[in-house]
């Protein structure tokens, strides 16, 4: 069982129309919860990192929250752009402590398709 | 350019063939990361250095992987007598310190390799 899951799978929604995914995960204890944003033929860029303690970060039109106790994460998109069409990745980064190493684990991802 | 590349862009082998992929991090980033993403997945894990030191190797499938980073900058990543199922995109990360699990990793457009 994957230790991120994130939903949907896939989006399509119009352009200027906000959206949200969703992480969950089992990594515990971690570090810090990254949201990665990677088009087409690209490699990932990162929008957020938090860390355990925080429980909002914000990024342009990008804002990430965190519930540490629910183990839970949303990535809120305000006014999309056809450019925000692309996968979003939730990445848990595992606690040093525990041996995890530098190891980040990645969700499969979340397809978001903007439309005219 | 200032971010991470990576050489060749695609590559297509016929099973059985050795390949060898590369890496050029951000110059000074002491951190280095190899992923596999399989089409429609997640990157996962396969190596991380520590300048030149390969510090995690746990990630690789099998003895057919080799990566190597001689002077602490340029990585080679080597795939040798080449399956089917080694097909996907891999890609090169790298973080500017250590800590590559807080610190933000940076990553390459990646190499999509094809075995026939």
């Known amino acids: 069982k994957n230790q991120v899951e994130q939903s949907p799978q896939s989006l399509i929604i119009l352009e200027g129309k906000n959206c949200t995914l969703q992480?969950?995960?089992?990594?515990?204890?971690?570090?810090?919860l990254r949201w990665y944003k990677q088009d087409t033929g690209r490699g990932p860029v990162s929008l957020t990192i938090?860390?355990?303690?925080?429980n909002t970060k914000s990024n342009g039109r990008y804002t990430a929250t965190l519930d540490a106790d629910t183990k839970q994460s949303s990535l809120h998109i305000t006014a999309s752009q056809l450019s925000d069409s692309a996968s979003y990745i939730c990445v848990v980064s595992p606690s040093p402590f525990t041996g995890g190493g530098n190891k980040l684990t990645f969700g499969t991802g979340t397809q978001l398709k903007v439309e005219l | 350019g200032a971010g991470v590349s990576q050489s060749p862009r695609y590559k297509v082998a016929k099973r059985g063939q050795d390949v060898a992929l590369r890496c050029d991090p951000i110059s000074g980033h002491v951190s280095l990361f190899w992923y596999q993403q399989a089409l429609g997945q997640g990157p996962e894990f396969l190596t991380y250095f520590q300048n030149e030191a390969q510090l995690d190797k746990s990630g690789l499938p099998s003895d057919r992987f080799f990566a190597e980073r001689p002077e602490g900058s340029v990585s080679t990543l080597k795939i040798q007598r080449t399956q089917q199922e080694d097909s996907a995109v891999y890609l090169c990360?790298?973080?500017?310190?250590?800590?590559?699990?807080?610190?933000?990793?940076?990553f390459g457009p990646g190499t999509r390799l094809t075995v026939l």
């Open positions: 990360a790298s973080s500017q310190s250590q800590r590559g699990n807080i610190d933000e990793q940076f």
């Open positions: 938090m860390t355990f303690s925080e």
């Open positions: 992480c969950n995960y089992t990594v515990s204890p971690f570090s810090n």
